[in-house]
């Protein structure tokens, strides 16, 4: 019984950008690029660094700007190793993302595999987070008990996404 | 980026949840409500260690106890649970609001990269 409580909580997001492929590619692998939108609003990327190769680091932190109110000054680093580089096309890395001074009950681990199809004038982009762990080295339970209590995947942005002009 | 809760309610559940016979209670009372020789009898551990493992529960606020003629009836609390569910929660919106923000700086960037 215990068994069905391990697993992995997955996220899946699907979108199309009006962009070529080499330009999504490097938003994605190049850090200049990649500080300009990793944000979400109202955060800056204190710090990038990208050693796009096998085994290469990937190391963002993401700092809340005033507008966060409390949150204000807050650091979210993220710090991953790249597992798979296929230039234009696919892009995977394991990481793990907490928020600072609170590292040993706010880390998740999750592995992420990125896919761009090049469309020509448009990219497809798929994105899979596998979140594998998290708090201190709860393997996903949490996660998936979340589910159970009614966690809820939020695709319905995705068809809006997917239906527009990206 | 994601929701902050109480530290201490974290702490508290990552804690009472990380020790194999109490996340064992915990399955079993996602089931039903039950009383400790009931838990002990399933688990297959002693009653006074039961007792221990309950007690760290309710203290993290993972179970509720209700008195109910002699005997003491465990219920599962959701609210730790879904505070969990929150925080994961919150880093789905955060790739959601993420990957938004890609399609306007690609947006950008393309009509300043065509324009030079």
Same mark, same amino acid.
């Not at chain 1, 706010?106 to 594998?132: F, K, M, P, R, Y």
């Given at each position: 019984?215990?068994?069905?409580?391990?697993?992995?909580?997955?996220?899946?997001?699907?979108?199309?950008?009006?962009?070529?492929? !080499?330009?999504?590619?490097?938003?994605?692998?190049?850090?200049?690029?990649?500080?300009?939108?990793?944000?979400?609003?109202?955060?800056?990327?204190?710090?990038?660094?990208?050693?796009?190769?096998? %085994? %290469?680091?990937?190391?963002?932190?993401?700092? /809340? $700007?005033?507008?966060? *109110?409390?949150?204000? *000054?807050?650091?979210?680093?993220?710090?991953?190793?790249?597992?798979?580089?296929?230039?234009?096309?696919?892009?995977?890395? !394991?990481?793990?993302?907490?928020?600072? *001074? #609170?590292?040993?009950?706010?880390?998740?681990?999750?592995?992420?595999?990125?896919?761009?199809?090049?469309?020509?004038?448009?990219? #497809?982009?798929?994105?899979?987070?596998?979140?594998?762990?998290?708090?201190? %080295?709860?393997?996903?339970?949490?996660?998936?008990? @979340?589910?159970?209590? *009614?966690?809820? $995947?939020?695709?319905?942005?995705?068809?809006?996404?997917?239906? @527009?002009? /990206? | 980026?994601?929701? &902050?809760?109480?530290?201490?309610?974290?702490? &508290?559940?990552?804690? &009472?949840?990380?020790?194999? =016979?109490?996340?064992?209670?915990?399955?079993?009372?996602?089931? =039903?409500?039950?009383?400790?020789?009931?838990?002990?009898?399933?688990?297959?551990?002693?009653?006074?260690?039961?007792?221990?493992?309950?007690?760290?529960?309710?203290?993290?606020?993972?179970?509720?106890?209700?008195?109910?003629?002699? +005997?003491?009836?465990?219920?599962?609390?959701?609210?730790?649970?879904? +505070?969990?569910?929150?925080?994961?929660?919150?880093?789905?919106?955060?790739?959601?609001?993420?990957?938004?923000?890609?399609?306007?700086?690609?947006?950008? =960037?393309?009509?300043?990269?065509?324009?030079?």
């Amino acid at each position: 019984v215990i068994s069905e409580l391990l697993g992995k909580k997955e996220l899946h997001f699907e979108r199309l950008y009006a962009a070529p492929v !080499d330009a999504v590619w490097r938003a994605w692998t190049e850090a200049d690029r990649l500080r300009a939108w990793w944000g979400p609003d109202k955060t800056t990327v204190a710090d990038c660094e990208i050693d796009l190769h096998l %085994g %290469g680091r990937l190391y963002v932190v993401t700092v /809340a $700007s005033e507008a966060m *109110g409390k949150y204000r *000054g807050t650091r979210w680093p993220m710090e991953g190793t790249f597992t798979r580089i296929d230039e234009l096309q696919r892009l995977t890395y !394991d990481a793990r993302s907490w928020t600072e *001074g #609170s590292e040993a009950t706010e880390t998740i681990h999750h592995t992420n595999d990125l896919t761009l199809t090049d469309n020509g004038e448009t990219t #497809s982009l798929t994105l899979h987070v596998a979140i594998t762990e998290i708090g201190p %080295g709860l393997k996903a339970k949490l996660a998936v008990f @979340g589910m159970r209590w *009614g966690y809820k $995947s939020q695709l319905a942005a995705l068809k809006k996404h997917l239906s @527009g002009p /990206a | 980026m994601w929701v &902050a809760y109480d530290d201490r309610v974290k702490a &508290a559940v990552f804690s &009472a949840l990380g020790e194999p =016979n109490r996340l064992h209670i915990v399955d079993l009372l996602r089931t =039903n409500s039950f009383a400790v020789g009931e838990i002990a009898e399933t688990v297959g551990i002693r009653q006074p260690q039961v007792s221990k493992h309950l007690k760290v529960l309710a203290e993290s606020g993972i179970v509720s106890v209700e008195p109910r003629a002699r +005997q003491r009836i465990y219920h599962l609390q959701a609210e730790p649970f879904d +505070q969990i569910a929150r925080w994961v929660d919150s880093f789905e919106r955060l790739w959601e609001s993420r990957l938004d923000s890609l399609a306007g700086y690609l947006q950008t =960037n393309e009509t300043e990269e065509g324009q030079s």
